[in-house]
């Protein structure tokens, strides 16, 4: 090999700390060592580790001293990476999830009439209501009374992709351009 560094294991850009250098990076501020000396050791950013000693800093003693534990800032990474994320809309507008499952059995309306019908005569707003891609969505995953066999017209369609594919050349030109002599033998 030519080169010292192109043996070492690399840090993938992006990747959040693990625990492992959690403990590293408390082991090093320990030491003494200072934020660019960690973040090369471990291979990403200085900034990286000055936003996780800030993460992970506790007070002890009632505030007159604070140090940096890794399974404190851990647990805070963990607890953020909960909250991070789009929520499902499922939970916070049941009442519509009731309505369109009332509506569905008991009066036969499709889920499209279901959500439009909420909307025109303004039973619901729009800001209550979900889309109906999302009732599908909902009713394929399993989420509302309503199954796919009680949809009549969803077991009917052909969700399949048909492609028509011309018949290819292979190898050459094709026996329609062979020339009349040859027929002739």
């Not at 969505?137 to 969803?154: F, T």
Request: contains cysteine; proline residues 2%; glycine residues 6%.
């Amino acid at each position: 090999m030519d080169s010292l560094y192109s043996a070492m294991n690399q840090r993938i850009k992006g990747k959040h700390l693990s625990f492992e250098e959690r403990v590293i990076i408390q082991t090093r501020i320990k030491d003494g060592f200072s934020l660019r000396a960690i973040a090369r050791e471990l291979g990403c950013s200085p900034s990286t580790i000055s936003y996780e000693v800030k993460r992970g800093t506790v007070s002890l003693y009632h505030g007159k001293q604070r140090r940096y534990k890794a399974d404190h800032g851990q647990s805070v990474y963990q607890a953020n990476r909960y909250h991070c994320g789009r929520k499902s809309d499922f939970l916070k507008k049941s009442d519509f999830i009731e309505y369109v499952n009332k509506h569905f059995s008991e009066d036969d309306w499709s889920l499209d009439v279901c959500a439009n019908r909420s909307l025109a005569i303004g039973e619901f707003s729009s800001n209550q209501t979900v889309c109906t891609r999302t009732l599908y969505n909902y009713v394929d995953q399993g989420l509302m009374d309503i199954r796919n066999y009680d949809l009549p017209e969803k077991l009917k369609r052909n969700t399949k992709i048909h492609r028509i594919r011309k018949n290819k050349r292979k190898l050459g030109r094709s026996i329609e351009e062979r020339p009349q002599e040859i027929n002739d033998r």
